[in-house]
Every structure is written in structure tokens, then in C-alpha cells.
């Protein structure tokens, strides 16, 4: 059976402290199938912490090491900030939209 290529996963609402342990447990099980690329859509997100930060760390660390690719996909501007005082906007593959992500996925 192939490897998945791309998985897609939409993640809504707070990523907190208290949701952090069940977007890393989804996070996990969709890494376990060991896709090319994952691809999440934050676009529905109203709140991050440092604990959502560190969940989606751990899954680049994670993809990486069987040299797959998580990529975020339009951020909230609130939400982006976050990342942008974290300085991790270099770390994360981050694009605007959905098609402008596919776009380099696929080239």
C-alpha cells in the first residue's frame, strides 16, 4: 500500500493547555501513517498558547525525521502573531491559503 501523500486536518478553537493533550494524540495517529506532507488548517483557531506551540513543534520534530513536511495553512492574524513573537515563523512552512500551500506541495 502507498504512503498517503498529503493529509489534511482542520483544527477549530482554543489550543490550550487543556486541548493540547488531544490535538497531540490526533497528531500522532495521523503521523503514525507517515504521509509526505500534513497539512493543518488553523484557519478556525481563536487561541493559542506556548502548550499548542510546543504540540505543533514536537510534530515538525516528528515528520522530520522520516523527511516529511507539516505545513500550516491560513493562520488568524492573532494567532500568527504568536508565532511571529515566538520567532517561529522561519521554523514552521507556513502559507495564506489552501491553494497557495498545494501550489508547493506539488511543484
Known amino acids: 500500500m502507498a504512503d498517503p ?7 477549530k478553537g482554543e ?3 487543556y486541548q493540547s493533550p488531544k490535538i497531540r494524540s490526533l497528531l500522532e495517529e495521523y503521523l503514525s501513517k507517515k504521509p509526505k506532507v500534513l497539512m493543518i488548517n488553523l484557519s478556525q483557531v481563536t487561541y493559542m498558547d506556548s502548550s499548542g506551540l510546543a504540540t ?3 510534530a515538525v520534530q516528528k515528520i522530520k525525521e522520516y523527511n516529511g513536511r507539516l505545513i500550516l495553512v491560513a493562520i488568524p492574524r492573532k494567532i500568527k502573531n504568536v ?5 517561529l515563523t522561519d521554523f514552521f512552512e507556513i502559507y495564506d491559503d489552501l491553494s497557495e500551500a498545494m501550489k508547493h506541495v506539488i511543484s
Request: net charge negative; glycine share 0%.
Open 15 to 17: 489550543i490550550d493547555l
Open 83 to 87: 508565532f511571529e513573537v515566538a520567532r
Open 5 to 11: 501523500i498529503v493529509q489534511q486536518i482542520e483544527l
Open 56 to 58: 505543533l513543534i514536537e
